[in-house]
T-cell receptor, first 116, second 116 residues
Framework: DTGVSQDPRHKITKRGQNVTFRCDPISEHNRLYWYRQTLGQGPEFLTYFQNEAQLEKSRLLSDRFSAERPKGSFSTLEIQRTEQGDSAMYLC??????????????FGSGTQLSVL | AQTVTQSQPEMSVQEAETVTLSCTYDTSESDYYLFWYKQPPSRQMILVIRQEAYKQQNATENRFSVNFQKAAKSFSLKISDSQLGDAAMYFCALDVSGGGADGLTFGKGTHLIIQP
């Protein structure tokens, strides 16, 4: 068990550029989540996958955001035409996704995005 | 909609002393889970303790315990024998959907400082 890994750890981009983040969940974890955390706030739910199916998207996820999880393994989160308001830390988490009583989320260390 | 409120932006405690972090929440659901997560400077969210709403017994994990008051919708975290490694942001979180739709709802966090 190597934990949830995210890449890159930091990303600086200019407004209007596209960026893509990657998350590798713990192997055999069926569920994968994306959260966004801004300074001084707790994480906010963006979306989640059960295997390769994207089952829920928050209203925070505008049309400029897209997430994929091909083959139910790693996931990517892409932001098109970035805006300064997109500056935040993007957290990925995974869980077994089986019995609810055992449901626990394991988080990665996040990707810190700065839009200039 | 669910809400989680942490009214203490910052708490300070002497090493080896006991500290209690407060959390209140609001939900119309009767079946839910509550969590405390720790976020050290490394940014990775680490699960500290978990409480099922249907259980009356308060959860404990070594030096960490909770005081769960369902009627009052209160969920405080007690840390006994505080250690320097406990210094971090602590987030209270609520899960009403088994980690699915809406994911976890987090509070804004409490910054815990451990005085040596």
């Amino acid at each position: 068990d190597t934990g949830v890994s995210q890449d890159p750890r930091h990303k600086i981009t200019k407004r209007g550029q596209n960026v893509t983040f990657r998350c590798d969940p713990i192997s055999e974890h069926n569920r994968l989540y994306w959260y966004r955390q801004t300074l001084g706030q707790g994480p906010e739910f963006l979306t989640y996958f059960q295997n390769e199916a994207q089952l829920e998207k928050s209203r925070l996820l505008s049309d400029r955001f897209s997430a994929e999880r091909p083959k139910g393994s790693f996931s990517t989160l892409e932001i098109q035409r970035t805006e300064q308001g997109d500056s935040a830390m993007y957290l990925c988490a995974s869980s077994l996704g089986r019995a609810r009583v055992d449901e626990k989320l394991f988080f990665g260390s996040g990707t810190q995005l700065s839009v200039l | 909609a669910q809400t989680v409120t942490q009214s203490q932006p910052e708490m300070s405690v002497q090493e080896a002393e006991t500290v209690t972090l407060s959390c209140t929440y609001d939900t119309s659901e009767s079946d839910y889970y509550l969590f405390w997560y720790k976020q050290p400077p490394s940014r990775q969210m680490i699960l500290v303790i978990r409480q099922e709403a249907y259980k009356q017994q308060n959860a404990t994990e070594n030096r960490f315990s909770v005081n769960f008051q369902k009627a009052a919708k209160s969920f405080s975290l007690k840390i006994s024998d505080s250690q320097l490694g406990d210094a971090a942001m602590y987030f209270c979180a609520l899960d009403v959907s088994g980690g699915g739709a809406d994911g976890l709802t987090f509070g804004k966090g409490t910054h815990l400082i451990i005085q040596p």
